[in-house]
């Protein structure tokens, strides 16, 4: 199937986002589709819901969140649980439900993110957190987590290589070189200690988490202009099984040009050898 013949029959990829307040929902969907605009609330009539609706009490899970810059794209908003506890919990729990059994493939959720912001006073998980890996069953849908903030940690890296070469009693005229290396280094350290580290422990080899994400992406910088988001993109494709999905979000995805001509090779190569296998 074409591009042109998949949109007339899937014209967008439909996206849950989860998240608590302040984890870079909205930011991260801003990068992603390539805008520093905030998107259009549409309600499930299809009616533009107005701005005093959205005041926050007022949330509704099934309202569609769609940017200009990429319509193709239909984000749906969950606040996380710390905002309604078991209330909200359980919207999201239905809503899933509810979406996993439409018969129009448009209508499904397609993926999942689920973000856990890297910040100091956020890195713990919640208990809503725990709850939605244990309990919430999400069938045939990808979860990819989301470490926002992840930058966050790059000063902590920094604090430690930095305090390391204080220790090592370095001579005052090298000490800026030192401190100047400790900060270019700190990016790939905050990495291998966070590869290393409970959060990774807990999300993928703890009883309390039965129900693990497919694979997770650290987000570092999403409040610069010039953010990478390409490292999202790469991994929610690689967790979709199915190729009409597949082909949907890397053609509506724009942030990613290498993306779509991974895709667009692997796809003539997997016809190439289905070929040769038919002789």
């Known amino acids: 199937m074409n ?9 967008r990829f439909r996206i849950l ?28 009539a299809g009616n533009k819901v107005r701005s005093i609706i959205l005041l926050r009490g007022m949330h509704d899970i099934e309202n569609e969140m769609v940017f200009r810059s990429n319509p193709g794209f239909v984000f749906h908003d969950s606040r996380g649980f710390e905002a309604g506890g078991d ?11 509810a979406r996993s059994l439409e018969t129009d493939l448009k209508n499904r959720i397609h993926a999942i993110w689920y973000c856990i912001p890297m910040d100091e006073s956020s890195r713990s998980f919640t208990e809503g957190e725990t709850k939605f890996f244990s309990q919430c069953d999400t069938g045939s849908i990808p979860v990819i987590v989301l470490f926002t903030k992840f930058d966050a940690l790059y000063d902590v890296s920094y604090a430690l290589l930095k305090e390391h070469d204080v220790l090592l009693s370095i001579e005052d005229a090298q000490l ?8 270019a280094r700190a990016p790939k350290h905050a990495e291998e200690l966070f590869a290393k580290g409970p959060q990774l422990k807990i999300l993928y080899n703890s009883k309390e ?3 693990p994400p497919r694979c997770h992406v650290c987000l570092p910088n999403m409040d610069k ?4 988001c390409a490292p999202l993109m790469r991994r929610t494709a690689e967790t979709l099984d199915n190729e009409v999905l597949k082909q949907l979000f890397v053609s509506t995805q724009q942030t990613n040009l290498e993306l779509c001509m ?17 002789r």
């Open 87 to 97: 209330s909200e919990f359980d919207k999201v729990k239905a809503f899933i439900a």
């Open 209 to 211: 988490i039965t129900r």
């Open 225 to 228: 202009n010039d953010a990478d």
């Open 17 to 44: 986002i989860i998240g608590r307040a302040n984890a870079g929902k909205t930011t991260i969907l801003q990068r992603v589709c390539n805008t520093q605009k905030k998107p259009e609330i549409y309600n499930s």
């Open 262 to 278: 991974k895709h667009a090779v692997e796809r003539q190569l997997s016809r190439v050898l289905f070929a040769c296998n038919e």
């Open 176 to 183: 800026e070189a030192h401190l100047k290396e400790a900060r």
């Open 3 to 11: 591009s042109s013949n998949l949109r007339q029959k899937f014209d």
